[in-house]
């Protein structure tokens, strides 16, 4: 495929997996993700990827390097690689998504249906590295 396009907010707002790769070029990936009412990504830190958040729907925070900051619809975050960050749904509905890594994070085609789903994925992964 030589690009990819779509309607992202309706993508995004249709979306009811965990995580979901939408698209993987070489240098980026586009990724849409759902989290439910108290669910959170996890505190992470990606050394080698750049990443930016982008909110369709719901109350969440984004935590980037211990600065907390309340978000819902149209509110964007970018991570710089290296920096410590969570995304924590606090709103009473699902928290709707999308995220670019840059360069790609995920293997292409990957969706997680529910977080366990990602967390064994995630383990899996690193018991063969």
């Known amino acids: ?4 396009k779509t309607q992202i907010e309706e993508a995004t707002k ?3 997996n965990f995580r979901q790769v939408l698209f993987t070029a070489p ?4 990724v849409l993700m759902t989290l439910q009412p108290n669910e959170e990504i996890g505190t992470e830190v990606h050394p080698e990827n750049d990443q930016f958040f982008r909110f369709e729907e719901g109350q ?3 935590v980037i390097a211990g600065e907390e900051t309340v978000v819902g619809d149209g509110w964007a975050g970018i991570v710089p690689a290296g920096t410590e960050h969570n995304v924590i749904n606090i ?6 998504l999308y995220t670019i890594y840059s360069p790609a994070h995920h293997p292409d085609g990957t969706i997680h249906k529910t977080k366990a ?3 064994a994925s995630e383990q ?3 018991k063969v590295a």
């Open 91 to 96: 709103g009473v509905g699902p928290l709707k």
């Open 60 to 62: 969440g925070k984004l």
């Open 117 to 119: 789903d990602a967390v």
């Open 27 to 30: 240098h980026s990936q586009l």
């Open 14 to 16: 249709n979306n009811t």
């Open 1 to 4: 495929m030589a690009g990819f």
């Open 124 to 126: 899996a992964e690193q």
